[in-house]
């Protein structure tokens, strides 16, 4: 099979160097073989322009492997998501900074590895032994991070999805757990999208918060309902059903969409509801996130309920959206309700008048497996039942996202006032 791919090769390599076909000649007239020209003649002479094209890849794969951050593999990721959220752009700098310094790093070295290769008759040899250290040292790397991802297991393992609530709520589960019941739990925060739920499902985590109507619409793709209990009651069944999994006790408060404007503009148009905002934005440009766009409980039924026509609307990141309303690039954007950017900008959250919107109730999920095998896990999150207000989620996130600390430390407060840590 080498030997049928040894043309192929050969001819990239020919087009990208330029290899005079005379050369192939000579080195045929001379008796080599097709693999002797492939790895004597045409390999050296391609050799700068493959290394040349390792750089470029090498830059590329440092500058996008942020976004590993999303699906909790850590990294400078984190701060650049955890600044975009918050609207800090210290910390968005304190992750896209570092890695452009690891990108220009690389790229440096690989740069002095061009240089130092020399095409003579020892490039084989070089090559060859820069090839396997390069395989040695990635065999290496991957299994130092299985080991050490190894040593996780047998812990219980908490997520969240990829907003600062989400963040905080988690770190109340672990803390409640770990104060509870002795536990180390493992923090896999930020999940973007439906991840956390997958990871649920396929026991990569054993509990996060998640909310009914999201469950409902999103998950379960069912139509959808009004009544909380009922949507509670259907979620349970069917997530025990279909998937094996727990809803424990709601932790008390409802994180719905937020219609927000500026508050200038709803005292300018006297705007209380979201059927005020519909009359007068055909001159408007609203901002809504990824999410809200795309889900079965966002903007295209959204539009058609309340008769909304904007002049333009724009898709962007959630945390971009308030900062976009608050420069006046918006004028109308879906928040969540206990977001702690509405008080500290000064928004106004319109009533959903036409009751468009399910409760989404925030309720622990875990498990059965889990409880199966920690009983005394259910004990701690029965206790963080009814343990939260729209309020005082808000705010919560407003001490993370308004006042900068750290959700691991805004969590443990907040359990030490409700009596829960010590």
Do not use: C, W
């Given at each position: 099979m080498l030997y049928a791919l040894l043309p192929i090769i050969r001819n990239t390599f020919t087009g990208i160097n330029g290899v005079d076909p005379a050369i192939r000649e000579a080195g045929r007239g001379m008796g080599m073989t097709d693999r002797q020209l492939l790895f004597q003649v045409e390999l050296p002479l391609a050799l700068g322009v493959i290394i040349a094209g390792v750089r470029v890849a090498t830059v590329i794969c440092v500058g996008t492997a942020t976004i590993a951050a999303a699906i909790d593999a850590g990294g400078l990721g984190r701060y650049i998501f955890r600044g975009l959220r918050a609207n800090d752009n210290v910390l968005i700098l304190a992750g896209a900074v570092p890695a452009a310094l690891i990108a220009m790093g690389a790229d440096l070295a690989l740069g002095y590895v061009e240089r130092t290769i020399q095409f003579s008759s020892a490039v084989k040899a070089k090559s060859r032994r820069l090839l396997w250290s390069s395989v040695v040292g990635l065999l290496a790397f991957l299994g130092v991070a299985y080991f050490f991802a190894g040593k996780s297991a047998g812990r219980i393992a908490g997520g969240s999805k990829d907003f600062t609530e989400q963040v905080i709520l988690g770190e109340i589960l672990a803390q409640a757990i770990e104060g509870k019941t002795g536990l180390p739990v493992v923090r896999r925060f930020d999940l973007g999208g439906n991840l956390a739920h997958e990871a649920l499902v396929a026991g990569e985590i054993d509990l996060y918060v998640e909310y009914t109507g999201t469950a409902l619409l999103a998950i379960l793709k069912s139509p959808p309902l009004t009544d909380p209990l009922e949507v509670l009651r259907r979620v349970k069944s069917e997530y025990a059903r279909r998937f094996n999994l727990e809803w424990t006790e709601p932790l008390g408060f409802n994180n719905t969409f937020a219609i927000l404007v500026r508050g200038e503009d709803a005292k300018k148009f006297n705007l209380k509801t979201i059927s005020d905002a519909a009359k007068v934005s055909a001159q408007w440009r609203a901002g809504f996130g990824q999410d809200f766009m795309s889900r079965a409980d966002g903007y295209p039924?959204?539009?058609?309920?309340?008769?909304?026509?904007?002049?333009?609307?724009?898709?962007?990141?959630?945390?971009?959206?308030?900062?976009?309303?608050?420069?006046?690039?918006?004028?109308?954007?879906?928040?969540?309700?206990?977001?702690?950017?509405?008080?500290?900008?000064?928004?106004?959250?319109?009533?959903?008048?036409?009751?468009?919107?399910?409760?989404?109730?925030?309720?622990?999920?875990?498990?059965?497996?889990?409880?199966?095998?920690?009983?005394?896990?259910?004990?701690?999150?029965?206790?963080?039942?009814?343990?939260?207000?729209?309020?005082?989620?808000?705010?919560?996130?407003?001490?993370?996202?308004?006042?900068?600390?750290?959700?691991r430390d805004v969590a443990q407060e907040f359990l030490r006032l409700k009596g829960i840590a010590h």
């Open positions: 039924g959204f539009a058609r309920t309340y008769g909304f026509h904007f002049e333009e609307t724009r898709e962007m990141d959630l945390s971009l959206t308030y900062r976009a309303l608050v420069d006046k690039q918006v004028d109308l954007i879906a928040g969540n309700s206990t977001d702690g950017l509405i008080s500290r900008y000064g928004l106004v959250q319109l009533e959903d008048d036409r009751h468009y919107f399910p409760p989404y109730d925030a309720v622990p999920v875990v498990r059965q497996v889990t409880l199966e095998a920690h009983p005394e896990i259910g004990t701690a999150l029965k206790q963080l039942g009814g343990i939260l207000t729209v309020d005082e989620m808000r705010k919560l996130n407003y001490a993370v996202d308004g006042e900068k600390r750290q959700p």
